[in-house]
């Protein structure tokens, strides 16, 4: 019972890390929390739907290509409602994200209708009992998935040049320029891997929950800003093992405790984080020491 | 006293407005001293289930249960503030929606208030228009005098520059603590006027789009002036409903002037654009956001603008 629980949450865990990451991401290059990045997500879910049902692809076709849509939606979203506005207000750009999330929201409950759409069964559900464990060939599929992706962004974040630019960039803006790196291009290509792993992630939740709505951003909103604090700001690494912390903490407190408790449970880990440890649980610097 | 020259969608269609330029102001008051939060709808349904008990359970007459709904509010804002004190910027913004998270969790699970059914038969007050009226003026005089006056002064100088403002000696503690304890009040007497005017509310009715949404009235109105939250709240209360009156003007228009197929196209479109369900609303207020901070990030009125339009007094201030 308790190991079947440990890998149920393991699962909601890695999804609420994929989430995190990308906004980690962002907050790591550009100081400023990214409020759309939700909605992004939800873009991503129904992107993939979209793929499944009139382009006829399988499920990695519509892995694939929810990434790139939701890499290209990255992109303009930064150059409508980030680079345009001032710094000089912090609020501002905040503000102007939370306007996206008001448009991409509600774009979809126009699209759509503000119910939940069916999405297909794309993978064959077979059940594998390990043991007293029983695991489903879906669960497997997104536990694989989420993993290989986390893998994937850090062997980038740390071998490649691409990674060193986004580390030098999320240190000092100023210096990084100094030393020769494009600021701005690694501010759009990290926009744009953050939102795409976000769609990437949108449709795996997608093919969890086999259904889609454009609410669902909103949750995984703001359960991804709660990892990203618990891993510290800016921490990739941290938001991954946050990620699958919180996930961990939420599905054990629902089983033993009750399932209305479940997101109480985590508003009051981020209550207490944020009160004795805002630097999250790995000592990553707080926002105002990195600025 | 008013319902008799007003139909009821226009008079319900005030009081919200109303009501969310109330809550307007309970953004506005931590604001002042840079506190930014989107825990105000928590306020709120702190205010609102606690007047609704009071009026449902125990009987309490409608004024009494919303200064008693205000009170806690604020109590509650008060705790919310120390933690808050600590702390600023994205991690303020963070906790006070874990805060409004948690006192929904709450009204869901607890089932004297009605749990995840709602909160059902809440008394309804025939007097919300005139209410709402009292209150705004009162919120109007009470930001007027505070802008003007010593503690105004001190809370614009948090705003600027916490770390300054203590050095010269201003008690950054106890004005921040005050600042977001009004915020909490004020948006405790939204709540418990809501309550008594929808006399139905669940878990989900102050929600953090409804935060969101208070936010966006004092961005787009300015929050750096006191007249800012309620011109934010009018003018974005009015849009949806300018545009549905255009649309029943284009009824008007006689069926001859559409008969040439270029015409009708251009008249579906604007009947079309004119329907303004919530969603276009909502993309509406997103738009006008993104474009207010980019073009004007201290909102469409500020006190500079404010002070201009009286030359006399602005030429003794800068004197």
Avoid at chain 2, 239 to 253: I, K
């Amino acid at each position: 019972m308790f190991c079947q629980q440990l890998i149920n949450g393991l699962m909601l865990g890695a999804s609420y890390a994929l989430v995190a990451v990308g906004y980690t991401l962002i907050f790591g290059v550009l100081n400023l929390l990214y409020f759309a990045h939700g909605e992004v997500f939800m873009v991503g879910a129904f992107a993939g739907l979209f793929l499944v049902l009139y382009a006829g692809v399988g499920i990695f076709g519509a892995l694939v290509g929810a990434m790139i849509i939701c890499a290209l939606i990255g992109l303009v979203a930064v150059n409508v409602a980030v680079r345009p506005v001032s710094k000089d207000y912090p609020l501002a750009p905040l503000i102007s994200t939370i306007g996206l999330t008001m448009v991409l929201q509600n774009s979809a409950v126009l699209m759509f209708g503000g119910q939940q759409v069916a999405f297909p069964e794309t993978i064959r559900q077979e059940l594998y009992h390990l043991g007293p464990i029983t695991i489903g060939s879906v669960q497997v599929f997104i536990l694989v998935v989420a993993i290989t992706l986390m893998v994937l962004l850090w062997l980038m974040i740390e071998h490649t040049k691409l990674g060193r630019a986004i580390r030098a960039t999320a240190e000092n803006h100023e210096t990084a320029a100094l030393l020769g790196v494009d600021v701005n291009r690694v501010v759009l290509v990290t926009f744009m891997i953050g939102s795409g792993i976000a769609g990437v992630a949108g449709v795996l939740d997608g093919i969890k929950n086999s259904g889609v709505s454009p609410f669902m951003g909103l949750g995984a909103a703001v359960k991804g800003l709660i990892v990203m604090l618990l891993g510290g700001l800016g921490n990739v690494l941290g938001a991954m093992v946050a990620g699958v912390l919180l996930g961990i903490v939420e599905i054990l407190s629902a089983a033993y405790i009750g399932t209305t408790q479940r997101d109480f449970f985590s508003f009051l880990i981020l209550i207490v984080i944020l009160l004795i440890r805002p630097t999250g649980l790995f000592g990553t610097r707080t926002m105002e020491e990195r600025s | 006293m008013l319902d008799g020259w007003l139909d009821g969608y226009t008079l319900s269609l005030l009081i919200f407005a109303g009501i969310n330029a109330i809550a307007a102001y309970s953004f506005f008051a931590p604001f002042k001293t840079g506190q930014v939060s989107l825990g105000q709808a928590g306020f709120m349904a702190v205010g609102a289930y606690t007047s609704a008990i009071a009026t449902q359970k125990f009987g309490m007459p409608f004024a009494a249960a919303l200064v008693l709904g205000a009170l806690l509010a604020g109590i509650i804002g008060v705790v919310v503030g120390f933690p808050a004190l600590r702390i600023k910027g994205v991690y303020l913004l963070l906790l006070t929606i874990g805060f409004a998270e948690i006192i929904s969790v709450i009204a869901m699970s607890w089932e004297y208030v009605g749990g995840a059914q709602g909160f059902r038969g809440i008394r309804y007050n025939p007097f919300t228009l005139e209410y709402v009226i009292g209150i705004i003026v009162l919120l109007l005089l009470f930001f007027s005098r505070l802008e003007r006056s010593s503690l105004g002064r001190a809370m614009d100088a948090i705003h600027q520059d916490e770390t300054a403002a203590e050095v010269m000696g201003i008690d950054v503690v106890r004005i921040k603590l005050l600042a977001f304890g009004l915020g909490a009040a004020i948006a405790g007497l939204a709540g418990a006027l809501y309550a008594h005017q929808a006399t139905f509310m669940d878990s989900t009715t102050f929600n953090i789009l409804l935060a969101v949404e208070i936010l966006v009235f004092v961005v787009v109105g300015g929050g750096s002036t006191y007249w800012g939250p309620l011109f934010g709240a009018a003018l974005l209360n009015a849009f949806p409903e300018v545009l549905r009156g255009l649309r029943e003007w284009l009824e008007l228009v006689p069926a001859a002037w559409t008969s040439s197929h270029a015409m009708h196209v251009i008249y579906g479109f604007l009947r079309d654009f004119l329907d303004f369900e919530n969603a276009k609303r909502l993309i509406a207020y997103g738009i006008i956001l993104i474009v207010t901070m980019i073009y004007r990030p201290n909102g469409l009125l500020t006190r500079e603008q404010l002070r201009q339009l009286h030359p006399s007094r602005s030429r003794a201030r800068h004197a």
